[in-house]
């Protein structure tokens, strides 16, 4: 396990990064908080309490006991995407799980003092790891809510998830460690997210009951309840490509190589060994597990980077990363990348 310590080390470092981006919810409903360079910011870090907001939005944490911290990379793409979740044992992390839009009051976990007088209601959407909120001082908002409370959101003819999107509240996750907040509007359904801080809340995902993408490897018995994503050595923080920043692959690979899977880890390594060997592609065993073949696609992919035998290395990519091996398992792409 990761001691408390350690946890709060690394989140106030990446809290202090601007490339470093971060969300918090589930598979089908998530917050994401990320800023600008530049771009005004209050760090709050005091004794139980640690955070980060800015007028767009805000990640904070409270107690981290029982944290784990999991890195993780999956091939996306021609590319790949890394992330680092924050895990709780499926027994510690379950939050209220309620069904229909209950509400709860004056918000006094909000990030910043000006909130707090605002009135949070969950939406009611089941989810394990995460309530899913809104907060509101809107009078006519809260009045529409109070009428729909006992209700489910999607119920038909219930006014209330359109009064939301219109009005456009503070949408608010919370976790057992943590929440995240965000304070620009609603995009209407057939708008784009604003750059910055925003919410995604899909119901065909969230029917899945899934609590992570099937892309995202987890430790046996943790649910991911939130998300750190260091800066990508390839794009920035909305994906666009840059050049390969080296420093910033290895930042990352340390992160890795530290809170990664070790037998993914030691995948990797073999890789690497072998075709710095020389050894042709049909000397390696290849891995049976999706993951493995997740590890090896990724590794391929950055080792285009590190100055290996082009020839060898295509040789290795034919052979363990075809054109085609996004769809090998079916799986959506992964939604917690830049």
């Known amino acids: ?38 771009e005004p910011f209050e760090i709050v870090d005091e004794p139980g309490r640690l955070s980060a907001t800015t007028a767009r939005g805000g990640i904070g944490f409270g107690a981290l006991d029982g944290v784990r ?9 021609s590319g790949w995407n890394h992330r680092v979740a ?9 939050m209220n799980r309620r069904t229909v839009l209950t509400e ?12 707090a007088a605002g009135i949070l209601f969950d939406m ?20 529409v809510l ?55 809340v899909l119901p065909q995902l969230l029917r899945s009951g899934r609590t992570h993408a099937a892309t995202e490897p987890v430790p046996e018995g943790f649910v991911p309840c939130a998300h750190l994503v260091p800066a990508h ?27 990664g899977d070790p037998a993914l ?13 020389g050894h042709a592609p049909d000397v390696f065993e290849a891995p049976r597990s999706r993951f493995g073949r997740q590890a090896l696609r990724v590794f391929l992919r950055q080792a285009a980077f590190d100055g290996s035998d082009k020839k060898q290395l295509n040789a290795w990519s034919a052979a363990f990363d075809p054109c085609d091996a996004d769809t090998e398992d079916g799986t959506a792409p992964d939604p917690y990348g830049h």
């Open 69 to 77: 911290l999991y890195a993780s990379e999956s091939a996306v793409g």
């Open 104 to 115: 709860l009051g004056p918000d006094a976990g909000a990030l910043r003092p000006q909130d």
């Open 1 to 38: 396990m990761t001691g408390t310590d350690t946890v709060r080390r690394l989140l106030r470092d990446h809290l202090l990064d601007t490339g470093s981006q971060w969300n918090l919810g589930t598979f089908g409903a998530i917050a994401e908080f990320m800023r600008d360079p530049g």
């Open 233 to 259: 050595p390839l794009k920035d923080g909305l994906g666009r490509p840059h050049a390969f920043d080296r420093e910033v692959f290895k930042l990352f690979e340390a992160l890795h190589d530290r809170f």
């Open 265 to 277: 880890i030691a995948l990797k390594r073999s890789a690497r060994e072998a075709i710095a060997a």
């Open 124 to 143: 009611g959407l089941g989810t394990l790891q995460a309530d899913i909120c809104i907060r509101t001082a809107d009078p006519a908002l809260i009045d």
């Open 86 to 94: 924050l895990c709780l044992p499926e027994q510690a992390c379950a």
């Open 146 to 200: 109070r009428k729909a409370t006992g209700r489910s959101l999607f119920e038909p003819g219930n006014r209330a998830m359109g009064a939301i999107v219109a009005a456009g509240p503070h949408r608010v996750f919370i976790a057992r460690f943590g929440r995240c907040e965000v304070y620009q509007p609603i995009p209407p359904a057939d708008g784009r997210s604003p750059e910055g801080p925003h919410t995604h």
